[in-house]
């Protein structure tokens, strides 16, 4: 069955380590994003990708860092992690902008504290 | 600027009541509309979408009403059950996008 890991489900860094989140997919997208959430601001667009080997800034990329080494994997890498980045990320993959649906299919999540 | 806005930011309806969530959007180029359900401690699903072609797009008791004119859409949710409860955001995405903008979404409570 076709789906988005993420790893780790639950992660607690301490300010100024680097912390490294990962994404898998077996969809085939193309597209991949990560998205924070947090309580009142729904779901934000931090980076995203066309396919193997670019990453795109989004909405709020300060203090992020992305890496598409194929097509599967995707990872978001904090390099000094703040207590700020404390939050629940999503990451999805999807097809849009070729000629299908926007539909995403979203990861379980990572619960990321920063103590 | 958030252009994907959504109303009310919660709301308690008792089961078998219709609930209706409402959405508007600023970006003309929008052309797709999903919206996904999030229960608590899950991450968001699809649950039904339309595009302006259509005002109108039914799956069971699930409906969005499109109104392209006025930039407004809703989904309504008939004969309400206490599973349906769950956070509801709309969403929009351009023609030929790569991305979708999501509102801050709807926390839908149903009421045994």
């Known amino acids: 069955e076709a789906a988005v890991t993420q790893s780790p489900r639950n992660k607690v860094a301490v300010t100024g380590g680097k912390v490294t989140l990962s994404c898998n997919q077996t969809n085939n997208h193309n597209n991949m994003y990560w998205y924070r959430q947090d309580t009142g601001h729904g779901l934000r667009l931090i980076h995203y990708?066309?396919?193997?080997?670019?990453?795109e800034k989004g909405d709020i990329p300060d203090g992020y860092k992305a890496s598409r080494p194929s097509q599967e994997n995707f990872s978001l890498i904090l390099e000094l992690a703040t207590p700020s980045q404390t939050s629940v990320y999503f990451c999805?993959?999807?097809?849009?902008?070729?000629?299908?649906?926007?539909?995403?299919?979203f990861g379980s999540g990572t619960r990321l504290l920063v103590i | 600027q958030q252009q994907v806005r959504q109303s009310p930011q919660s709301l308690t309806v008792w089961e078998g009541e219709t609930a209706i969530l409402n959405c508007s959007y600023e970006?003309?180029?929008?052309?797709?509309f999903p919206w996904y359900w999030q229960f608590p401690r899950e991450s968001p699903a699809l649950l039904i979408a339309?595009?302006?072609?259509?005002n109108k797009k039914e799956d069971g008791r699930f409906t969005i009403f499109f109104n392209k004119r006025e930039k407004k859409l809703s989904l309504h949710i008939t004969d309400s059950q206490p599973g349906d409860s769950a956070t509801y955001f709309c969403a929009a995405s351009p023609a030929g996008g790569y991305k979708v903008v999501f509102g801050s979404g709807t926390r839908l409570l149903v009421s045994p």
């Open positions: 990708s066309y396919g193997a080997g670019s990453t």
């Open positions: 970006d003309s180029t929008f052309d797709y």
């Open positions: 999805a993959s999807g097809d849009a902008g070729t000629g299908k649906d926007s539909d995403y299919t």
């Open positions: 339309i595009r302006p072609v259509s």
